[in-house]
């Protein structure tokens, strides 16, 4: 798996060593040596033991699942990504191992969980984990909270059990997962997707015509953009869209529906491009049209022996009354140009999307509660998860701007974060996160806001110009009237006779 293991914004690689010499068992770090200065050198990773980061008794008892779902991802909340281990066990029970990052201390061990039997691929959306359960043809799709502190309101501005709009990245290091209780107020288990499936049809967890083992997970990502994730499952016959919606009695647990929690309901409307596809490999959302919504992409095989696929774009045209934001965040190699030549001016340090980096903001909607959102760029590298290169999420119906934005990375200082405020939605960012040797805080840090240009921008224009003609007319009756005014008044007083004079 790729990460940023030692904080010096370069990617590393953790995993196992191919080699009759070495423990097959240790885990192993591979950290990026490269040097700007010597392109040309071919000994970019030296491989070390993990052992001087991550305790070595608790890896060894780990043996990484074959596939396995790990993630780097922040998950206690202070803007610094996390890891996520899928352990296999000799009865080909799984666990996972949650590991936080203590910055230049390593990783600390936080909890270890067991998966449901019949569990596949892990998905993560605003650190919660999504992933389906399947016996033989049963499938239900689990969704597992992340609890920890959460906003505080204007009353609990001195408690330490909350967090502050304007520091949101503070760690709590009592967070939890709860996968014990299935439907208590904490774990969203209540859709079952058997009901919406036809005679035959399954979630495919694997694909079966690659070469190897290939998980297929579960995609989250906002479609319709009213700030909350959904969900993009992949069937041995067809791929579905699930959207996000309140919790009812029917669909959840009498505490998940009294504490307000979600579940999903299966997309029949306008989804015919999608479901037409047949014998999908996997499906994914990406922005293809760079136009601020998910639109959707199907790998479909082409019924050959082996791993050939036909892509399939299938365009979100759904009309939403909602706003989205786009982050990117690069590996900050450089400030504004990178020099790549003594003649050449140089390139913008675009397309070095930079793994678990953390994006955390405020959202204030029309009735008046803020609410927090968190997002992971490239969570999940190992397996080809297909994840975008950056992070689109919706604001939902708004009348604000975004007041707090939070950009972390995984550098090994204090202040690993960008606070940003003020940011107009149905824009994209793109932090820069360059900070030279002497600078050991995100003083440095760079942003720029594209904006989004809508339809109606053209004709917002046109009814300006109107407004202002008319205006302008009105404006310029009224002073020929004054004007005419006047002169007559001056008339007048030319042909009064002071009688006291005379």
């Known amino acids: 798996m790729v990460l940023d293991i030692s904080g010096d914004m370069r990617p590393d690689l953790l995993g196992y060593a191919w080699d009759a010499t070495t423990d097959k068992d240790e885990l192993n770090m591979w950290l990026n040596k490269g040097n700007s200065l010597n392109t040309n050198s071919s000994d970019f990773y030296e491989r070390v033991s993990a052992s001087t980061v991550f305790d070595k008794v608790t ?35 799984k666990r996972i191992q949650l590991w936080t990052n203590e910055r230049k201390d390593g990783f600390k061990l936080s909890q270890t969980l067991y998966l ?7 998905s993560f959306a605003d650190m919660d984990i999504v ?19 959460g906003l505080c309101s204007t009353n609990q501005d001195s408690n330490s059990s909350c967090r502050k709009a304007q520091n949101l990245c503070v760690a709590d290091p009592g967070f939890t997962f709860d996968f014990d209780n299935p439907q208590s107020e904490v774990k969203l288990c209540c859709f079952d997707i058997d009901a919406e499936l036809d005679d035959g049809e399954y979630i495919q ?5 690659f070469r190897g083992k290939l998980p297929v997970a579960i995609h989250p990502g906002d479609y319709n953009l009213d700030g909350y994730p959904d969900l993009l499952v992949t069937t041995n016959k067809r791929a579905i869209l699930l959207e996000s919606i309140i919790c009812t009695t029917e669909l959840c647990s009498k505490k998940a529906t009294s504490a307000s929690k979600r579940s999903f309901s299966i997309v ?23 136009n601020g919504s998910l639109d959707m992409l199907v790998l479909q095989s082409t019924g050959r022996k082996g791993a050939d696929r036909t892509p399939n774009f299938v365009i979100n045209n759904y009309f939403n009354d909602a706003f989205f934001l786009k982050g990117l965040v690069s590996n900050g190699v450089c400030s504004s140009y990178c020099p790549v030549d003594p003649v050449l001016p140089g390139l913008k340090p675009y397309g070095v999307s930079y793994p678990g980096a953390t994006f955390k903001f405020t959202v204030l909607d029309t009735s008046g509660v803020k609410r927090v959102h968190q997002v992971s760029q490239l969570s999940q590298s190992a397996y080809m998860p297909l994840q975008t290169p950056y992070c689109l999420f919706g604001l939902g119906r708004t009348n604000n701007y975004v007041e707090e934005m939070f950009a972390g990375v995984t550098r090994h200082q204090e202040h690993n974060y960008l606070f940003y405020e003020g940011v107009i939605p149905n824009s994209q960012l793109i932090f820069i996160p360059y900070q030279p040797e002497n600078i050991k805080d995100s003083s440095s840090w760079k942003v720029e806001l594209y904006i989004q240009p809508a339809d109606y921008v053209p004709w917002v224009l046109v009814a300006l110009i109107a407004a202002a003609c008319g205006l302008g007319i009105v404006v310029g009756a009224l002073y020929w009237a004054e004007k005419r005014e006047d002169e007559t008044e001056r008339r007048k007083a030319l042909h009064i006779i002071n009688f006291d004079a005379l």
């Open 205 to 209: 967890m694997e694909d079966a015509l």
């Open 268 to 290: 029949n409307k306008g989804v015919s491009a999608l479901t037409d596809v047949t014998r999908p490999s996997q499906a994914v959302f990406f922005d293809i049209d760079e």
């Open 116 to 122: 449901p039997d019949g569990a596949g691929a892990l």
């Open 131 to 149: 992933f389906p359960v399947c016996h033989g043809s049963t499938c239900k799709i689990h969704v597992v909270y992340n609890k920890q502190m």
């Open 59 to 93: 890896t060894g008892n780990c043996k990484w699942a074959h596939p396995h779902s790990n993630a780097f991802l922040d998950l206690d909340g202070d803007c610094l990504a996390d890891l996520v281990f899928v352990c296999e066990e000799k009865n080909n029970q």
